[in-house]
């Protein structure tokens, strides 16, 4: 986490110290992995915010479409050093900035991509559901991702 007091904050430090540590990580070869801990909601944006203008700039998903492999997140992980999770939502939002809204299949593909991956990180708690509670607390929870990710992609 960083703590940027309150005169200097909206002005650029957390996103410029964020690049210049993970720039600085990136090339080490003891690192293996840039990972953050629990950040907090303002942390994850900035992050997600970094993060994906570093792999938009990169054209890392270019030509990417749902549903994805997880050969294409393994190598993102290993050559940017994210951890699965973050490579994974930044995939999502670029997917979801590419997505052609005309096309019922495409946009099931990624429904289907964002569900699988809640799904997976929160496999024991919702398989302890019946499976019309799973289903709506899944649907309910990719809406308020989706409303996150076109949020972010706002701010890129």
Same mark, same amino acid.
């Given at each position: 986490?960083?703590?940027?007091?309150?005169? /200097?904050?909206?002005?650029?430090?957390?996103? =410029?110290? /964020?690049? =210049?540590?993970?720039?600085?990580?990136?090339?080490?070869?003891?690192? =293996? *992995?840039?990972?953050?801990?629990?950040?907090?909601?303002? @942390?994850?944006?900035?992050?997600?915010?970094?993060?994906?203008?570093?792999?938009?700039? &990169? &054209?890392? @998903?270019?030509?990417?479409?749902?549903?994805?492999?997880?050969?294409?997140?393994?190598?993102?992980?290993?050559?940017?050093?994210?951890?699965?999770?973050?490579?994974?939502?930044?995939?999502?939002?670029?997917?979801?900035?590419?997505?052609?809204?005309?096309?019922?299949?495409?946009?099931?593909? @990624?429904? +289907?991509?964002?569900?699988?991956?809640?799904?997976?990180?929160? *496999?024991?708690?919702?398989?302890?559901?019946?499976?019309?509670?799973?289903?709506? &607390?899944?649907?309910?929870?990719?809406?308020?991702? *989706?409303?996150? /990710? /076109?949020?972010?992609?706002? +701010?890129?």
């Amino acid at each position: 986490q960083f703590l940027i007091l309150k005169p /200097y904050q909206s002005q650029g430090h957390g996103s =410029t110290l /964020y690049r =210049t540590l993970f720039n600085n990580l990136l090339v080490r070869d003891d690192v =293996t *992995e840039i990972t953050v801990e629990d950040p907090n909601e303002a @942390f994850q944006d900035l992050r997600d915010k970094c993060d994906l203008r570093l792999l938009m700039g &990169k &054209k890392v @998903f270019d030509g990417v479409v749902a549903p994805v492999g997880g050969e294409v997140v393994r190598e993102v992980r290993r050559r940017f050093k994210m951890s699965k999770r973050q490579v994974e939502r930044c995939m999502e939002m670029v997917l979801l900035k590419n997505l052609n809204e005309k096309s019922v299949d495409a946009i099931k593909a @990624f429904r +289907l991509q964002v569900k699988g991956r809640v799904y997976r990180q929160n *496999e024991e708690a919702l398989a302890a559901l019946d499976v019309a509670t799973r289903k709506e &607390k899944l649907a309910e929870t990719y809406r308020n991702i *989706e409303e996150e /990710y /076109y949020r972010l992609l706002q +701010l890129v």
